[in-house]
């Protein structure tokens, strides 16, 4: 038997970040950079106006006031992107845009609230459109108060410096993040990439949805869970669905989408039955030309999800976790070794699930056999865990109503209502 | 000046869920159900094995042990999935795999490790691969324990029962909720779809990222860091990009594309500036014939963000938020006005972002404008918040590297080191 940790440590002692590639930055949300990135240009590129106003010089409005206006010849209009700004004399002022570049003599910006806007009849709430006024800003404004050195202006390099370290190797890219690479100029980075997960269930018994159900047959559910899960951990998932229990077709279906995984994850067919196809299909597909090749099938001291399968198939080694079948064992498995497999393939820093202790609110103990250890599923909330149905592991219901998994570990045959346990936090 | 929770508020009470859409069950991943589904068939639907095994009358097996073991005639195979299962009689065994029926006749299943899997040789840890014994099971079985009516054998509808509520109206449907679904033959829901969200910069200054900057020039990036968190929130999202600063190509690029949102995001031109285009294209689109119609531009107490537009706008009356250009502003805009939208559209029950207090670790203390509610970024760990960078709307690195924003309440100008705050987690 196996213990839950030594068969994680197994995968992912194996398990290696994929490559980086360079990706679009919209396309590169939530993966992980690769390199560091250095700032190439300092931010704002250049001293500009944090408001829309009259760019002026200090001295011109100093002492200014409703009473005492200082009174100003405006040379033009300085809009944001403007090429070539006007110059500002003494006596002078720019109307200028929020964003735009502080023309050359300019050494402050004065709020066009503080001034009457060129129009003469005190202060103003704001310009007056350019499809109301084309010729722009001319003749005189009136400033009523004084603005020190550098007031409204956003020094070039106020935000970051060219040579600056942006952002760390190994940082993930969320919507911020994108919003500081695309303002230094990078629209596409190195990354390594969300892996291609292939998921697959086995068992004659299985139908589509939306199918008749004839005698003896459920419906596939672990498919549709599983691509499902794979892409909530972060990864592109495709849901080949059900194979029959033949060990030839269940090969060729497996060797047929190798080219599209960079992980595989099956379900059922691991146990001690005979008609368990993963087992006899992928038992011996080792090369003995390449070592760590093959598919170790083993038992674990857990429960549910006693029997799995680990190991690497075909010629690029892909990774291949073959899960138990019954829908609460797979998609246990799947929380406890697919889902941190995936996000080591991310080259995710965080690749678990947060677990925290909470207080078993519960009407009787909870039982687990003793030498295993249990996942029993329960919602969370404020501190305390109800469990929620039982420790079958055929409960999709429960499983669809809990938002977290109760650990019991190995040692412990029952835990009494009231004491504090340990839980898996399902997001 | 409106409120920012006036302004939510206005939003929230104008922004409408989606209407309902039937989806495949992998394509309403994260989607909301609109109806509550009812369980049409029991699960499981049929008493099968829950272990590899053989299936036998309860007196048949009655006192057996290694030392006396029940001898059967073994009738053949039970697989899973077969049609036609095989009854069994007195002195009789079927070997019966995991999610095979229980045949006729059949009380209970002892596992195959409690027997000798009909090869006489004592307990044995597994059944014979098919391949190796194409023939099935056959001869006879020696049972070492005893088991119990019902023991190893998983009751038709112990899971749900034909009628149940399977799931409720307003489910978010994650991966268990989707084994669900897919076990109880559903293939199609009916949810709100995720929204179309279209993104669109405004201004003359902007440069796509990669390309080179000319003087008075800098990189977009608005479009960008909402693109990505309308697809955190959500959404389908589209980035269209930089306009610039002309009052008919904004109208005419909105208009074109309306027929692909169900929400219309842009960012810059909100002002009190001359070329604030966003304002003058906006503020007059309202039909005289269409109550509602039309945006709105107001002044929020809030800092960043203060100029803010939110309305609707052409045939379908789709909401448009116009939010302001520096790119910490119009980030925090989105988290605060544009995330709850894009949730209320999906029909979530939880729009808002998660809220904690902290405590404030800082050198100084933080000063904040009279009147107006700031946000500033920070970084959180453990009841515990540091601001990150300045209030500037223009620090995007600082944003980067924040976690979290530190609300500071438009009574409060002045916020001393160790005090507790409000914090906005930003996930």
């Known amino acids: 038997m196996w213990s839950v940790q030594d068969h994680l440590d197994d ?6 970040p994929l490559d980086p590639i360079e990706l679009n930055l919209l396309d590169a949300q939530g993966c992980v950079l690769v390199d560091d990135i250095t700032v190439p240009l300092s931010l704002p590129p250049f001293d500009n106006s944090s408001m829309d106003g009259y760019a002026v010089r200090v001295t011109d409005v100093a002492g200014a006031s409703e009473e005492f206006p200082a009174v100003l010849e405006v040379v033009g ?33 004065v709020p066009v609230e503080w001034t009457d806007g060129g129009l003469g009849e005190g202060p103003v709430a704001g ?21 020190e050195a550098g007031a409204h202006v956003r020094a070039q390099g106020s935000d970051v410096r060219s040579g600056d370290r942006a952002l760390e ?45 004839g005698p003896g047959q459920i419906y596939d559910s672990n498919s549709f869970a599983l691509t499902a899960a794979a892409r909530d951990a972060g990864a592109i998932a495709y849901r080949v669905g059900a194979v029959a229990d033949d060990a030839e077709t269940l090969r060729s279906t497996i060797e047929d989408q190798l080219v599209r995984a960079d992980l595989m994850v099956t379900t059922g067919g691991v ?26 099938f083993r ?4 429960q549910p999800g006693k029997p799995q399968g680990f190991g690497s198939i075909g010629p690029d080694h892909t990774p291949l976790l073959a899960l138990p079948g019954n829908p609460v064992s797979s998609y246990v498995s799947f929380e406890l070794f697919v889902r941190p497999a995936i996000r080591t393939l991310m ?8 677990t925290v202790t909470a207080v078993l609110a519960a009407q009787r103990p909870l039982s687990s056999p003793k030498g295993r250890r249990q996942f029993l599923r329960g919602t969370y909330s404020d501190g305390s865990v109800t469990p929620v149905g039982g420790s079958g592991s ?21 835990v009494e209502p009231g004491t504090e346990v340990e839980v898996v936090l399902l997001g």
């Open 127 to 147: 310009m007056r459109a350019r499809s109301l006024a084309p010729e722009g800003a001319e003749g005189q404004v009136h400033v009523y108060r004084p603005a």
């Open 347 to 354: 080259g995710l820093p965080d690749v678990h699930r947060p």
């Open 271 to 296: 146990s001690v039955g005979a008609y368990d196809v993963v087992k006899e299909a992928l038992a011996h597909v080792a090369d003995e030309d390449e070592p760590g090749s093959g598919v170790d």
């Open 11 to 16: 995968i992912l002692a194996a398990v290696r």
């Open 299 to 302: 038992k674990l001291a857990m």
């Open 169 to 213: 190797a190994g940082t993930v890219l969320g919507p911020p993040q994108i919003a500081l690479l695309a303002a230094i100029g990078r629209g596409k980075v190195r990354v390594r990439p969300r892996p291609r997960v292939v998921v697959l269930s086995t068992g004659s018994e299985l139908v589509q949805p939306d199918e008749e159900l």
């Open 394 to 414: 055929h409960l999709v219901a429960a499983l669809a109503h809990a938002d977290a998994l109760i650990v019991v570990p190995e040692d412990t045959e029952s």
């Open 77 to 109: 209009d300085v809009a944001a992107g403007q090429a070539d700004p006007l110059s500002v004399g003494p006596g002078q002022a720019a109307r200028i845009m929020t964003g735009a570049p502080l023309p050359p003599g300019a050494e402050t910006v």
